[in-house]
Structures are given as structure tokens and as C-alpha cells.
């Protein structure tokens, strides 16, 4: 098409509307609606999009942001200092935790002197946008590809510690929303804005 | 006038209620199912394989659900209106020859409860009697989308009830009784009404659709404009109650179809077969029955794939287009009947 015929025109997609009177065939209507009969009853045979959930679950990406995990480092300690930055990184407003300080005995448990001796995610209220695994200064959250499943209570959404630092014995992977090149990424202050 | 002949009657007149009943009850999971066939989607598949014990728990739900009744109603109309509707909807199922008889030690016994001279006169008085449910509940209702939708299905099938009554007359004159089961018996074999009256059939089925305030003619209920239409205020089992009427207004529509145009029971070379009365009578109600499945999903197949009509549409369409035709097919069937009289 030359640069003249698209004079005016947004798209090379747009159609000419005419206004014509309709012909008989048209205005008698039944052509039309065995047509579309024809269209509906073609639709019986065509695959069913339906994915029958529960039983077949849809493939999601390996970087999928889902439920929240509180990581733990190589020793099992919980990394999260309650510093507080994701809570007031979430736009959602759905992360409240309350700061405690280590005891000489806890040593093995928590690798900062301060850790979060509550830590809630109401879950009714996260976005799932990773803004709090962005703000983290210490890697201790991330979001994972499992999905946040429904529930009968409002009260069982909000997800504390007990469901959120992960198992020592049964480490969740996060390497993949971990790459290094992330990680570099996150390191450089000057990319910093494009986060 | 002998004991025997009430049972006989008792039994088939409970028979045929059950069946209405349950055939109703599975059309609504057929009508589920079909809708989500027809939008590539699998339909209810839950309760029950392929969701056969849905419309059970469909039942049960309507009857937990909250006995809402809006303050300002008219108690008494309130309830008339579901049950009236309810009742006249399985009123008619008494008339239509179900299948032709059973001789059990040399004693007939038809399948039709009624064999009523004025068969056809008492379907169309009885559906004509359909729309007082609706006005009535949507009067009672005493909301603004109600009363319009009570209304709209006034007019409509005031409208609708003409054109019917001229592509049926046009059956009367070609049978010349108005009795059902002689018109069924006149269309023995594959002697079908259908091949003489394609323009009274369409005509009559459009109408069938208008009447049972099916898409693309559900004006009355219309969800887009009326919220519900006449049965906006209703809840729990009285709204179950017009849905279900809805369903056995249809099952009874498509039985009618089948019984005018499609030969009812019968079915081509019946004769040929060599088959028992009592046999040909139980194979002819199984084929009356597959005739009325086909129209039940012709029903569905049209709402699926229609749109609905606006108001002023339906009214041109039914005066200004439906009753001439009707008018002239009458007149070409009187036009055919003159010269084979003559000949």
C-alpha cells in the first residue's frame, strides 16, 4: 500500500464502513443465523480450553512470583535482620514483622543480632509484585513459584514465620530469581533506578 | 368407568409428571453443558462423572437458599406467581400422545392421558394461561424491572400466541380435527406434516421460542436491562420454580413440534419391520423422545447462538413479518386443500 492511500488512516488494519441498504437475503435473516448455527455447532467439536485445575495444574515460569519464603543461610540461620525495608518497600502494605534482639544462645539461629521475632504476610493484601525481595538488603525473602492456595478464613491468608522461613532440612530453590547477573544488577548503584 | 381404568390413568399421569420433572431437571445440566460445548469450555464435570448429580445439588441449593420476600409485596400474589407458572407448565404434558398403545390381555391402553377432542385448543389455552405466572409474580414483585419484564412477556406473548395459532390452524385445516392424536396418526410412517407445512413449521418454532421466553426472545428476563426481569425478587425455591417452569416449558414446546410437524411417534418404515403393536409402541416412544431431545438442543443450539433482540425488533418481527406469513400460509394451504377437493 502507498504512502498516499494511508493518508488519515491510524492502522493498515482499518476497514471501509458503508452504510448500504441490505439486501434481500440479508434482511430476511435466515442465511445469516444458519450460518452462525453452523459456526456454534463447529465449536462442539473444537478442543475445550479448560485446564481441569486441581488435577492438571498449568505449566508457570521458573521465576514465577508466588508465595513468600524467608530464606535461611548455609548454616541454617535465618538471614532476616527486621530491618523493616520490604515492609516499607510494599506497596500493598502487607508485611508487618516485630524486631527482637538475639540472645548469646541463639547464636545458631539467626545470623544477625536483631531478627523478627514475628513476621506476617497478609496475603489478601500482597500483589505478588517482589518489590520486598528488591528492597532486602540481606537476601533473606524471595517469592517462589508455588501459588498462594485459597482458603476458607480470612485470618488463614495472613501467613506468619511457621509457614514462611523455610524448612532446614527442605531448602527452597531460588536460584533462578537469583541469577548472577541479578545479582550484579542489584549490586550496582547506578542501575539502581532501572530496578 | 372400573377401578382398573383409574389406576391405569393414576399411574400414567404420575409417570409422565416424573418424567417431565426429571427430563426438565437434566436439561438444565444439557443446557450447561452445551453452553460451555459451545464456547469450547467442558460444562459442569464435578459432582459426579461428566456432573450428572448437578442438577441435584443445584436442587438442594435453591432449597437452602435464603426465603427472601421483598417488604412491600403482595403476599398472597407473591406466591401465586411460582406456582401458577410451575403448575400450568406441567398441565399440558396431558394432552400430547406419548406413544401409541399398549394391549395388555386384549385391554388398550393409550399413552396419552387426555385424548381430548380439542387437544390443540387446550395446549394453546393453557400456554396462553403461562404468562398470568409471570405478570402475576411480576406484579406482586412490586420492583420497576418486574413489572417491565411482566409486562414485555404479556405483550410478547400476546403478540406471538397470533402467528402460532395461524401456522397451527394451517395443521388443523390440512388434519381437519383438533384432536392430538389423531393429527399423530395421520402422520403415520414418514407421512410427515413437516413435508407439507415447512413455512407453518418455522413459523411455529420462531413462535415456540418467543412463547417460552427463550433467547433470542427472552426480553422478560433480559439480565442486561432488567436485572432479572420478573423474577428479580425472587429467591431460594420460588425463583427455582420459575427456572424449572422454564425447562418444562421447553420440553413441552419441543414435544409440541414434535407431535404437529414431526410425526410424533411415528417413524419411517414402521410398518416394514414386522414388529408387534406393543413393540412398535415402546420403540415409537423411545423415537417421540429422541425427536423431542433433538428440538430440546435445537433450543439450546438457538440460544448459544443468537443474540437477543431489542424490543422494538420483536415486535416488528412478530406483527409486521410473522403474522402475514402466517396469514398467507393459511391461505396457500387452503388454496392446496381447494384443488385437491376439486380434483
Redo the contacts between chains.
Keep these: 500500500m502507498s504512502a498516499n492511500q494511508n493518508i488519515g488512516l491510524l492502522t493498515n488494519r482499518s476497514k471501509v464502513v458503508s452504510v448500504k441498504k441490505m439486501t434481500f437475503m440479508e434482511r430476511i435473516y435466515f442465511p445469516a443465523i444458519i450460518k452462525g448455527f453452523g459456526i456454534t455447532f463447529s465449536h462442539l467439536f473444537k478442543k475445550k480450553v479448560t485446564i481441569q485445575y486441581p488435577e492438571v495444574k498449568r505449566p508457570i515460569a521458573e521465576i514465577y512470583r508466588g508465595k513468600h519464603v524467608l530464606k535461611r543461610d548455609d548454616e541454617g540461620r535465618e538471614r532476616c535482620t527486621a530491618c523493616g525495608l520490604c515492609a516499607l518497600a510494599c506497596p500493598a502494605e502487607a508485611i508487618t514483622m516485630v524486631a527482637a534482639e538475639r540472645k548469646p544462645d541463639e547464636m545458631h539461629l539467626y545470623r544477625e543480632e536483631k531478627y523478627a521475632s514475628v513476621y506476617e504476610i497478609n496475603n489478601l493484601r500482597c500483589i505478588f509484585c517482589g518489590l520486598c525481595e528488591e528492597a532486602c538488603p540481606k537476601e533473606a525473602i524471595f517469592l517462589t513459584n508455588t501459588i498462594v492456595p485459597s482458603n476458607y478464613e480470612r485470618s488463614d491468608f495472613i501467613y506468619g514465620k511457621d509457614v514462611l522461613v523455610e524448612p532446614v532440612d527442605h531448602r527452597v530453590d531460588v536460584s533462578k530469581r537469583q541469577t548472577p547477573e541479578v545479582l550484579n544488577f542489584k549490586k550496582d548503584k547506578n542501575q539502581s533506578h532501572n530496578i | 368407568m372400573d377401578g382398573n381404568y383409574i389406576i391405569y390413568k393414576f399411574v400414567l399421569a404420575s409417570v409422565i409428571l416424573l418424567i417431565s420433572l426429571v427430563v426438565a431437571m437434566y436439561a438444565t445440566l444439557l443446557e450447561r453443558k452445551?453452553a460451555g460445548?459451545?464456547?469450547?469450555?467442558?460444562g459442569p464435570?464435578r459432582a459426579g462423572i461428566y456432573g450428572i448429580f448437578q442438577p441435584l445439588a443445584d436442587g438442594l441449593k435453591l432449597f437452602f437458599k435464603e426465603e427472601f420476600m421483598p417488604g412491600s409485596a403482595d403476599k398472597f400474589l407473591y406466591i401465586l406467581g411460582p406456582s401458577l407458572t410451575m403448575m400450568i407448565a406441567l398441565l399440558t404434558s396431558a394432552v400430547i400422545p406419548w406413544g401409541d398403545s399398549l394391549i395388555f390381555n386384549g385391554v388398550e391402553y393409550s399413552l396419552q392421558v387426555a385424548d381430548i377432542n380439542v387437544g390443540v385448543l387446550y395446549v394453546f389455552a393453557i400456554l396462553s394461561i403461562g404468562v398470568y405466572g409471570i405478570m402475576i409474580g411480576g406484579w406482586a414483585s412490586n420492583n420497576k424491572y418486574a413489572l417491565i419484564g411482566a409486562v414485555r412477556a404479556a405483550s410478547q406473548m400476546i403478540s406471538y400466541e397470533l402467528a402460532m395459532s395461524m401456522a397451527i390452524i394451517a395443521i388443523v385445516m390440512m388434519s381437519g380435527t383438533l384432536s392430538l392424536s389423531e393429527i399423530v396418526n395421520q402422520q403415520h410412517g414418514f407421512n410427515w406434516n413437516i413435508w407439507y407445512q415447512p413455512l407453518g413449521f418455522v413459523l411455529f418454532i420462531v413462535c415456540a421460542f418467543a412463547e417460552c421466553n427463550r433467547a433470542p426472545f427472552d426480553l422478560p428476563e433480559c439480565e442486561t436491562e432488567l436485572i432479572g426481569g420478573y423474577h428479580t425478587e425472587y429467591s431460594s425455591m420460588k425463583l427455582g420454580f420459575y427456572l424449572f417452569a422454564e425447562y418444562i416449558n421447553m420440553f413441552i414446546s419441543s414435544a409440541m413440534i414434535a407431535t404437529l410437524y414431526f410425526g410424533g411417534y411415528n417413524f419411517p418404515f414402521m410398518d416394514d419391520l414386522g414388529l408387534s403393536h406393543n413393540a412398535l409402541t415402546i420403540i415409537g416412544f423411545f423415537v417421540f423422545f429422541l425427536k423431542i431431545s433433538f428440538f430440546g438442543f435445537v433450543f439450546m443450539?438457538?440460544r448459544?447462538?443468537?443474540p437477543r433482540f431489542r424490543y422494538d425488533q420483536l415486535m416488528r418481527l412478530g406483527w409486521k413479518n410473522l403474522l402475514p406469513l402466517a396469514l398467507v400460509n393459511v391461505i396457500i394451504t387452503g388454496f392446496f386443500i381447494m384443488l385437491k377437493h376439486h380434483s
Excluded at chain 2, 37 to 42: P, S
Design positions: 452445551i460445548f459451545f464456547q469450547d469450555r467442558l464435570n443450539w438457538v448459544w447462538t443468537l
